[in-house]
């Protein structure tokens, strides 16, 4: 019995693993379908997924998803048949329905082996299950109001198209309106949607302002007040009801803790990996083993004393090819873990199609790049951010569709994102084609909101303006709407990218949109820097090569103390600040003047400083190392590094200490 | 035992019948598409063809009528879930030797290694 537990527990962790990625593989071509319903490829595929979704459950007894699954299959075998058109309608449908698919493995995966829907599911399920049944009655029945709906969508396809300000199609709409008001009644609208709320109508018409709507919500009472008011109940009687309440609340929360089912083991982080990448290891492996022998060789050569000078050269040339078979070793890794942004870029116009449905916009998104490949922890790291901006664009870049035809655009809005790879950095633009930013406007609502002072705010040139938006607290109307809230703002970008060394630039034009690029370096994991050791006290530093100009040995005419520059040194006809890495590190050094040291002089992007250590010990290559979150906060260091005699150093980041200490700009 | 080519797209079908016909003693071969499922069947020269219907590069028919065309007369064993009165009668006159229903367990399980340990003999 045993074993055939441990059979089942095997199998069915490939079943949730495969079945979770066909449904991620499902959304894109949902979209597909709804811009082509007759696209007999997509139907076919997505006919197949379901089917193999509901025939594998059925091998678990897992009911709840095999009976869900077979009724999405019979609504897409008619898609198939072409007894149905995918509508609207029943994209969304099949696209809630997919959603609901992952919920259950999900519940699957976590642990929680209940075969029964949850109220949503079986809400879902009975619509799916209308729509069957629905069959004949559809094409009979006329419903003027689904005629109008209709035609309130072909009404936003022609302004699409530009071509509604045709005079006859203009005339032709009038006539339909006409027609509107005498079938359905004086108060349908034109758009066919719900009215908006009392507030937005009051607002709208100028009477109001937001706040005064909010101060009004505010002030709504409780129902444990009003009945009060009105002698139905005492005080304290609402007061020991709402107490009770609050200890059920307790209760219900705590009784779901215990519950807590326990996650499947297996479903750990698994990528796949092609042979022909691991295979190219064995090789490299195989030149390590070989290189391996030669050390043996020249080991047992230099114990026994023999040809000491021979055995250095041997001993040299075995260790340049160690290092470059290690270095092969180290690329090919970095390439293995690499995985295609597909993953995250399949997922986009879902999303951007679902956001805008929900607050009555009309987007289109195009997608290119989606072939490259990134490393996989940033790959994981960059969705969030991602999203973010894509909402973001969607929600606050493009206008709505009659604000954009009065403005002479596309109703249709835009997003494009574009992922390169330029210069060993990973880039994506994201951009709109919507109402761009208002640098003036930022400015003033981060003051207000506290994020900045004023006196900030004259100061800061429009390109930093515009990076306000990731200010932590800068937007709080994000959390309030679900649709970029979610929790987290856009706060997420700039704490992501910041982690991984990366950074966001944002160019905009008003009324003509906005571009986010975001940048990240690559190789990312593993990263080779070239420096010379530089002793300190007792500690050693790597300063990276490619900040450092010379180094010289200043005599003591050179030093000198300006009153408002503090130490300088003078190199020629130049005058470089003096920082000493021994304060800035709080070590203490063997030398205290700058006379007996060692400055090297860094001059760079426009950074110039004279760098004050004891020594250079020697020129190396180090793989930098990530020392943690707890490092990332501290300017001067850009982590660590092992160094040739095993101890650890810390690699100086040049640009974190120069751009916090004033001086090193004062000449520019 | 028995060598058998099992042709299926889904990853976990093939784990499925693997497990179970391993169990049962026999050797298997697999293939994720109907393209590589003929490749096999002409280089491993399988015993056994158990063949899935819907496969996204080529149906199982499609599979059947290569395999009959270049006169391969290994024994194929159709695996799918509710196949249509049509199909099976398609697939009968194309010389498959038996169908059994997906989920593969129980007494579809008995059946189909039945099937093996039939036409590998």
């Known amino acids: 019995m045993a074993e055939e537990f441990e059979l089942d527990q095997e199998i069915l962790v490939e079943f949730i693993k495969e079945t979770l990625e066909e449904l991620d593989g499902l959304d894109p071509k949902f979209i597909a379908l709804e811009k082509n319903p007759k696209d007999m490829e997509v139907l076919n595929a997505i006919f197949r997924t379901m089917h193999s979704i509901k025939g594998s459950s059925a091998f678990f007894n897992l009911n709840h998803i095999r009976n869900f699954a077979h009724k999405l299959e019979f609504l897409l075998d008619d898609l198939r048949k072409g007894a149905r058109t995918a509508t609207k309608d ?51 029945e006329i419903k003027p109001h689904q005629v109008f709906l209709e035609i309130d969508k072909l009404r936003l396809d022609l302004a699409t198209d530009g071509l509604i300000d045709k005079e006859p199609v203009e005339r032709l709409l009038e006539q339909i309106e006409r027609l509107r008001e005498a079938v359905l009644g004086p108060e349908a609208r034109p758009s066919g949607e719900a009215a908006p709320p009392l507030g937005k109508m009051l607002i709208q018409q100028g009477l109001i302002s937001e706040e ?22 005492t005080p304290e009687a609402v007061e020991r009801a709402a107490s009770d309440q609050r200890q059920q609340a307790r209760e219900i929360a705590e009784a779901k803790k215990k519950k807590e089912p326990t996650p499947i083991a297996g479903l750990k ?69 690499k995985v295609s942004i597909k993953g995250i870029f399949q997922k986009l116009p879902r999303m951007v199609r679902d956001l805008a449905e929900a607050i009555g916009k009309k987007a289109d998104i195009e997608i290119r790049g989606e072939d490259l490949l990134l490393d996989k922890s940033l790959f994981e790291q960059l969705e969030s951010p991602l999203n973010h901006i894509i909402r973001n664009a969607v929600d606050h870049g493009l206008e709505a569709p009659d604000v954009r035809q009065a403005a002479g655009k596309n109703p249709m809005g835009r997003v494009e994102v574009i992922a390169e790879e330029t210069k060993g950095e990973f880039v994506i633009r994201i951009r709109d084609d919507g109402k761009g930013m ?45 649709v970029s809230g979610r929790g987290v703002g856009m706060d997420v970008v700039m704490t992501t990218l910041k982690e991984n060394k990366g950074k966001v630039d944002i160019s905009t034009t008003l009324g003509k949109g906005t571009e986010f690029t975001l940048s990240l370096p690559l190789s990312n994991t593993l990263i080779t820097i070239s420096g010379l050791v530089v002793a300190v006290g007792k500690e050693k530093y790597i300063v990276p090569m490619e900040w450092i100009r010379e180094s010289i040995h200043p005599s003591r005419q050179q030093v000198s103390s300006v009153k408002t520059k503090g130490e300088i040194v003078q190199i020629r006809d130049h005058i470089y600040p003096l920082i000493r890495l021994h304060e800035v590190f ?11 040291s060692v400055v090297m002089v860094i001059d760079r992007e426009g950074l110039q400083c004279c ?41 100086v980041n040049i640009e ?8 090193s700009y004062a000449d520019h | 035992m028995a060598r058998v080519l099992i042709i299926d797209d889904s990853g976990f079908q093939r784990s499925v019948i693997r497990m179970m016909l391993q169990k049962d003693g026999h050797e298997t071969i697999e293939a994720p598409t109907g393209t590589e499922g003929i490749a096999a069947a002409r280089t491993k020269s399988p015993q056994v063809i158990l063949l899935d219907l819907l496969m ?13 065309a270049e006169n391969n007369t290994t024994p194929v064993v159709v695996v799918t879930a509710d196949i249509q009165e049509t199909t099976r009668k398609e697939c009968m006159n194309l010389g498959a030797v038996g169908f059994v229903n997906k989920p593969v367990k129980g007494d579809n399980l008995a059946h189909l290694l039945k099937l093996v340990k039939l036409y590998s003999a």
Do not use: C
């Open chain 1, 212 to 233: 005064d709507v909010e101060e009004a919500l505010t002030k709504q009472k409780k129902l444990g007040e009003i009945l009060v008011e009105e002698g139905k109940v």
């Open chain 1, 90 to 140: 029943i994209i969304n449908v099949l696209l809630r329905g997919k959603d609901r698919l992952d919920h259950m493995l999900n519940r699957l995966a976590s642990g929680d082996m209940e075969v029964t829907h949850t109220p949503d599911e079986a809400a879902l399920l009975k619509q799916v299950e209308n729509i069957l049944a629905s069959k004949e009655e559809a094409a009979k």
């Open chain 1, 586 to 596: 709080g070590v203490t050094p063997k030398h205290k003047h700058p006379w007996n």
């Open chain 1, 438 to 482: 208002d640098a003036a406007k930022l400015r003033a609502k981060a003051v207000e909101k506290g994020v900045i002072t004023a006196a900030q705010a004259d100061t800061m040139p429009d390109k930093e303006a515009y990076k306000l938006i990731f200010a932590p607290g800068f937007s709080t109307a994000e959390k309030v709407t679900d």
């Open chain 2, 56 to 68: 996204p590069d080529m149906t199982g028919v499609e599979v059947l009528k290569t395999l009959r």
């Open chain 1, 656 to 663: 974190g200490l120069l751009r916090t200490d004033a001086r």
């Open chain 1, 269 to 337: 982080k698994t990528m796949r990996i092609e042979e022909e990448k691991i295979d190219s290891f064995m090789d490299v492996v195989g030149e390590l083993i070989i290189n391996a022998e030669v050390f043996n060789y020249l080991q047992k050569k230099l114990e026994g004393g023999m040809d000491i000078e021979k055995s250095v050269m041997e001993f040299k040339n075995a260790n340049v090819d160690f290092s470059e078979l290690i270095f092969n070793l180290q690329k090919g890794l970095a390439e293995v873990r």
């Open chain 1, 611 to 651: 760098l004050m250590v004891d020594e250079i010990i020697e020129e190396t290559q180090v793989v930098l190392k990530d020392l943690g979150k707890m490092f990332h906060h501290i300017p001067g260091i850009l982590g660590g590094a092992i160094l040739g005699d095993g101890n650890v150093g810390l690699v």
